[in-house]
């Protein structure tokens, strides 16, 4: 894997290296340790499995502490950014769990990204739930998604959600 890049300037990127989403997602993007600082995110052994082996169906069995909740909301925003007119949308179990979730996995890493970087991309709205990209591209965190053909859905806590809510799950 190569060394991350700075984002300060766009010259040390490669075309090859912008237009794979692997390279990007080990390479542009910042995270919150549990301490709560800043720090680049770098996929694990298992995120990088899923991530090679990835298809239109997966399911992820009960993988606490893993990281996959960080490591897929950062797949779903790399691209909401990089894919225009994606329809992207994540599902979580309560309401406060789509706030945190949306807060801290989509709002802060799109924030970490570079100001120069974000201003090429273009933002029309960004809500507590909901970001909006000039690229025609959006990405939604909610406890059900309806009315929008989506490219990319994640449905976080499903099994709790079937065991809880069995009819939301169907």
């Known amino acids: 894997m190569t060394a991350a890049v ?37 996929m694990n052994e298992e995120q ?6 990835m298809w239109y ?9 893993m990281g996959f ?13 990089f894919v225009p007119n994606t329809r992207a949308g994540i599902i979580a179990q309560t309401e406060n769990d789509v706030l945190k979730l949306f807060k801290n996995k989509i709002r802060k890493v799109y924030d970490a990204l570079p100001a120069s970087f974000r201003e090429r991309i273009g933002l029309k709205s960004m809500s507590k739930t909901e970001i909006t990209l000039g ?11 309806r009315s929008d053909t989506m490219t990319f859905l994640w449905v976080s806590e499903f099994g709790k959600i079937c065991a809880k809510a069995p009819e939301r799950a169907q």
């Open 6 to 42: 700075s984002l300060t300037s766009f010259d040390s990127v490669t075309v090859d290296q912008w237009a794979d989403a692997k390279w990007r997602i080990n390479n542009l993007y910042t995270i919150v340790d549990d301490q709560g600082s800043p720090m680049p995110f770098r």
């Open 57 to 65: 169906w997966n399911c992820i069995l009960k993988a606490r502490q």
């Open 48 to 53: 990088e499995q899923l991530f090679d082996s």
């Open 135 to 145: 690229n025609g591209s959006s990405l939604q965190v909610g406890m059900s998604m």
């Open 69 to 81: 909740s960080t490591a897929i909301a950062i797949f779903a925003l790399d691209q909401c950014l």
